[in-house]
């Protein structure tokens, strides 16, 4: 998939009359940045920070560092809306705001990781002919960041009173930090091979229709009398 010069200006907040040579410079420099070891640092710094604002903020090297974090700042979010909306003491209205909530962060969250994608296939030129990955960069980085919160939740179980409870959340840790290990070398394996030519990866729009007052048929009245 290739994309306009326009669209790769404005993935990375570039002048939209850059030189050649400053794209091809930009270029490379995207090429180098899918980096899932940092991808998991990233995550867990932010993570960590946004439990504790005394603890380091993520230190992003490029733009696309930075999106990373936006991207996880969403799932962050969204996860301790989740959270709200599962108390069983809320109110109604209470209910109903935080479902708002938690519809706009999810929207925001695959907005992010599909410009995750659109930033990589920008840096890349796919070989046409190569096998076709079934899951895009972006959305393995998402699983990553959603990885990354269930890591840290579970790591605070470890501190509870039963020894029980600890030894459950122990053995669940042990899982959760496999499968992210897992898929970051996953993430690393398929970001090579289509440098390299022997794979290839696309954009896979999630078309979510729940926000869309065209789609839901309750926002656009085919259900009120």
């Known amino acids: 998939m290739a994309l306009v010069w326009n669209d790769f200006c404005s993935i990375f907040e570039l002048a939209p009359l ?31 920070h946004g439990h504790d604002a005394t603890a380091a903020a993520p230190a992003t090297a490029s733009a696309f560092e930075q999106a990373v974090v936006s991207q996880h700042q969403a799932n962050f ?26 519809d706009r962060l999810n929207q925001l969250r695959n907005d992010l990781a599909e410009q995750l994608d659109l930033a990589l ?27 990354a919160l269930k890591i840290y939740h579970t790591r605070e179980e470890l501190h509870r009173s039963t020894t029980e409870h600890r030894e459950r959340n122990q053995r669940r840790l042990t899982v959760l930090e496999e499968q992210r290990n897992d898929l970051a070398t996953c993430l690393d394996a398929l970001w090579s ?5 022997t794979r290839r990866f696309k954009l896979y729009r999630q078309l979510k229709m729940y926000n869309d007052p065209a789609l839901n048929p309750v926002l656009y009245g085919q259900y009120r009398e």
């Not at 709200?84 to 209470?94: K, V």
């Not at 296939?121 to 046409?128: D, I, Q, R, Y």
């Not at 091979?193 to 030519?197: K, L």
Request: glycine share 2%.
């Open 18 to 48: 850059v030189t050649i040579a400053q794209f091809s410079a930009a270029r490379s420099a995207i090429a180098c940045m899918l980096d899932a070891k940092t991808i998991l640092r990233l995550h867990d710094q932010a993570t960590h």
């Open 77 to 102: 979010d969204l996860w301790h809306r989740e959270d709200e909306a599962r108390d069983p003491h809320a109110s109604d209205h209470t209910l109903a705001v935080v479902k708002h909530e938690i």
């Open 121 to 147: 296939l920008a840096s890349v030129t796919m070989a046409p002919a190569a096998p076709l990955h079934s899951e895009s960069p972006g959305l393995m980085i998402d699983r990553l960041s959603i990885l």
């Open 193 to 197: 091979e289509a440098q390299a030519g």
